[in-house]
Nanobody, 125 residues
């Protein structure tokens, strides 16, 4: 599975962005899709994930209530809608995918075998 992330950019605090993760190859519709982010000097952080059927979408504590993850199986694409953006949301955002569906490990980046190249989101104050 190859993943291509897009949609990043510069936005003012309080604004919105939608990231897209286009998958090609493999059976992506049976995979869990997720977004992680990494700010300068910090470890990679879980943001959100959506299982193959869209039934479960765990959201990271720091973005709860502001970010929403979704998927369009007809387009092999996972989206991250980001609202009420804050300067602390500035980071490189990575999309990832895995074939496993176990909820207990869904936030652990070690369990994701496929990664996109990352897209930079910069939120100005």
């Amino acid at each position: 599975v190859q993943l291509q992330a897009s949609g990043g950019g510069l936005v003012q605090a309080g604004g919105s962005l939608r990231l897209s993760c286009q998958a090609s190859g493999g059976s992506f519709r049976r995979y869990t899709g997720a977004w992680f982010r990494q700010a300068p000097g910090k470890e990679r952080e879980f943001v959100a994930a959506v299982r193959y059927n869209g039934a479960s979408t765990p959201i990271g504590d720091s973005v709860l209530g502001r970010f929403t993850i979704s998927r369009d199986t007809t387009k092999n694409t996972v989206y991250l809608q980001m609202n009420s953006l804050k300067p602390e949301d500035t980071a490189v955002y990575y999309c990832a995918a895995r074939s496993g569906q176990i909820l207990s490990t869904i936030r652990d980046d070690a369990y994701y075998a496929y990664w996109g190249q990352g897209t930079l989101v910069t939120v100005s104050s």
